[in-house]
């Protein structure tokens, strides 16, 4: 069986990193928006969809790493879902290449209202560096995106951060 | 009929560095492809195409590389595939980005192009303009009675790549299993093409997030094959530190992946912690979480932070002991190790035919290692241990996963610990010629050819291992159960973006 202190180590709580404070200027854009819609608030929580568009996987690796122990998504109401039915926020990952378009844009559909667009990478927001390819087009331009939140990729630290300002912006705005 | 690798040897030879490229007639090529119906030797690594010939990439049973050439005759070549199974998907892939055609080929339904491009054959000399229309996949309905499937994606829960995996069931068991990708094509090859080697790599480093630094090694050895550029020793010992670094993310990731499949929580948070640490170690010493664009032709794109050899020796340091108890935690759980015993049995031959690579071959017997064989430096002055094997299946490859680590961090402190000083790159010529490059990413040998015209990128490959390793996952699929099937996904975990160019 395994020893005590074997669990001790492992279960020790990695320090779980500290909150991210909502970015001012986004908070304000978002709710803002959030009015502009009437949108109903859903409350102190998100769940996130997530779509891959047919990225490299580097931004699928942060988002793992987002939804590990160490970040601990559950305690800041975030959490990553199966279905788009269940789902408040679409975050998009990768190009949006012309063989995942319409899987995109059907996900979208499927989700209920009010929801969330997060393009998430370089490549999700303009095509990144596969810009001009005959493959993709130039990110989420088919469904309106309310967050993007850069970098290729992003690290999980910033993803949080960017949800965080979402998940404020829902509780106060509207 | 001469025995297949001795008839390729007969051929006459052409330039290709560092390993020269035997060229065959299209009768020679017709020739060859018969003679290997007879024998799994040598195996089909990659096999692609230019516009006038195709190419493909052979290794014989002592490992020596057999790259071959052959032109393509009124848009037509004879198929490899009713001898080698790993063609079919390069066969298709050849349809659709080139336009030629494998006479006698196993499957002739398009693989990448899903009809959603504005032109056909993107990669031919005058790609034919395109109205999209969706060139839906036909799969083969089920007739009898009591068999029935069902698919997934390519959206489907979670975290997870967008692929299309169909499953037909009779009953309680797995008929078969059948992938359909293509959906992250990209167009990397077509964008490579035409630019400074140095702004390609920006290409070779997306294929695969998780094997970044070792897609954008294996298309530099590439390059600087081609151009006979000498790689400064600092930035070949600094390329092997994120190799390394890489393959200890990847296989802790990996493991951390089985464990939560196989419902075994702890373990499954227990790898998030070193990993994580890891990131943030080479996000200090090479200004990446993920060291992406760090490798380039040449060398090395910027030098490790002035604090960087001390702070990834501290962070090997803070691992060694993490990853020691995660592996007493893994051993002493018999309920997990039962439940992974048996998972990804295949058959010998179908191991064989498909030559997989990483540690998914050393798994099923492989001795295959890159670093071992053919060997590139600084591999060539150090000692890489082959893992021990216990079983070919999903339990021996966590010990092996395990042994890899071990080898791996011990690789990267004897490298961080001896750093040569001096330069981290030598300039590119902008001269013409065509090499072949080859790294040991975490999961399996990855190999680019590029031909350089004038200093630029006129054409270029990447075989990813991931094209032998879908075909074996789904024959591991249907060896199963049901149930085993999503711990046969982790345990293969390949990538598709890689395959998808
Ligand atoms: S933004 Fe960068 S890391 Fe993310 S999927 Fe695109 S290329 Fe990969």
Redesign the interface.
């Known amino acids: 069986?395994?020893?005590l202190k074997?669990?001790q180590?492992?279960?020790k709580r990695?320090e779980a990193r500290a909150f991210p404070p909502a970015q001012a200027e986004i908070l304000a854009a978002l709710q803002a928006r959030l009015q502009e819609a009437s949108q109903r608030r859903l409350g102190r929580s998100l769940a996130v969809r997530?779509?891959?568009?047919?990225?490299?996987?580097?931004?699928?690796?942060?988002?793992?790493?987002l939804?590990?122990?160490?970040y601990d998504l559950s305690r800041f109401g975030l959490s990553?879902v199966?279905?788009p039915r269940h789902a408040d926020v679409l975050l998009v990952t990768?190009?949006v290449?012309?063989?995942?378009?319409?899987?995109?844009e059907?996900?979208y559909a499927a989700m209920g209202q009010p929801k969330w667009v997060v393009a998430v990478g370089d490549c999700a927001i303009d095509g990144g560096?596969?810009q001009?390819?005959?493959?993709?087009g130039n990110g989420v331009t088919t469904i309106p995106v309310d967050l993007v939140i850069r970098g290729?990729?992003p690290?999980p630290h910033q993803i949080l951060e960017g949800l965080l300002t979402l998940l404020e912006a829902n509780a106060t705005g509207g | 009929m001469m025995e297949a690798g001795a008839f390729i040897r007969a051929a006459q030879k052409e330039e290709l560095r560092p390993y020269p490229r035997f060229l065959l007639s299209a009768d020679e090529w017709q020739a060859l492809s018969a003679a290997l119906v007879e024998t799994p030797h040598p195996a089909l690594l990659a096999l692609w195409a230019e516009s006038d010939r195709v190419h493909a990439l052979f290794q014989d049973e002592n490992g020596d590389l057999l790259p071959v050439a052959s032109p393509v005759v009124n848009g037509a070549y004879a198929a490899l595939s009713p001898a080698r199974p790993a063609a079919i998907w390069f066969e298709r892939v050849i349809r659709d980005l080139w336009g030629h055609f494998a006479e006698g080929g196993r499957d002739y339904q398009p693989w990448?192009d899903?009809g959603?491009?504005?032109?056909a054959a993107?990669l031919s000399l005058r790609?034919k303009a395109r109205v999209?229309e969706e060139l839906p996949r036909e799969f083969a309905a089920p007739e009898e009675e009591d068999v029935h499937q069902f698919a997934l994606g390519?959206?489907?829960?979670?975290?997870?790549?967008?692929l299309h995996l169909r499953i037909t069931m009779h009953g309680d068991s797995p008929l078969a299993a059948e992938f359909y990708l293509?959906?992250?094509?990209?167009?990397i090859m077509?964008?490579m093409r035409g630019k400074l080697p140095r702004v390609a790599a920006?290409?070779a480093a997306?294929?695969?997030?998780?094997a970044?630094v070792a897609h954008a090694l294996a298309y530099a050895h590439a390059v600087e094959a081609a151009l006979g550029v000498q790689v400064p020793p600092r930035a070949i010992a600094l390329r092997a530190v994120m190799a390394e670094l890489e393959r200890i993310a990847h296989h802790l990731?990996q493991i951390?992946v089985i464990a939560k499949t196989a419902k075994f929580g702890?373990l499954h948070?227990?790898c998030?912690?070193p990993?994580?640490e890891l990131?943030a170690g080479t996000?200090l010493a090479f200004g990446h979480?993920?060291m992406?664009d760090c490798v380039v032709p040449g060398g090395l794109a910027a030098d490790i932070a002035a604090d960087g050899q001390a702070t990834l020796l501290g962070t090997l340091d803070a691992l060694q002991?993490?990853i020691q108890?995660?592996a007493?935690?893994s051993f002493?759980?018999p309920a997990f190790l039962a439940r992974l015993q048996g998972i990804g049995r295949l058959s010998e031959k179908l191991v064989r035919e498909l030559a997989p690579g990483g540690p998914i071959g050393r798994a099923y017997g492989s001795h295959s290692d890159t670093r071992r064989r053919p060997g590139y430096p600084p591999y060539d002055s150090l000692e890489v241990p082959l893992p021990d094997v216990s079983s070919a299946d999903a339990a021996g490859y966590l010990k092996i996963l395990f042994a890899e680590l071990r080898t791996s961090m011990d690789l990267a402190r004897r490298l961080l610990e001896h750093l040569p000083d001096g330069e981290i790159s030598t300039p590119l010529t902008a001269s013409s010629g065509e090499g072949l490059g080859v790294a040991e990413a975490p999961r399996g040998d990855i190999w680019h050819w590029v031909r350089l015209d004038g200093g630029m990128i006129a054409a270029s490959f990447a075989a990813d291992p991931g094209w032998r390793h879908w075909p074996l996952l789904e024959a591991a699929l249907v060896g199963g159960t049901l149930e085993d099937m999503p711990l046969c996904l982790a345990c293969f975990h390949c990538?598709?973006?890689a395959v998808?160019l």
């Open positions: 069986m395994l020893s074997l669990l180590n492992l279960w990695p997530h779509v891959d568009t047919g990225g490299c996987g580097g931004c699928e690796l942060e988002l793992q790493a939804d590990s122990v160490i990553f199966e279905s990768g190009p290449t012309h063989n995942m378009k319409a899987g995109m059907r996900a560096v596969f001009g390819s005959y493959a993709c290729c990729p690290t | 990448l899903h959603t491009w504005a032109m993107p790609p999209g390519p959206i489907s829960g979670g975290i997870a790549k967008p293509g959906y992250a094509h990209k167009g077509a964008l920006r290409f997306r294929l695969s997030g998780d970044t990731f951390g702890i948070a227990g998030g912690t990993l994580e990131r996000a979480r993920l992406m002991a993490k108890d995660l007493a935690l002493s759980e990538s598709v973006s998808d």
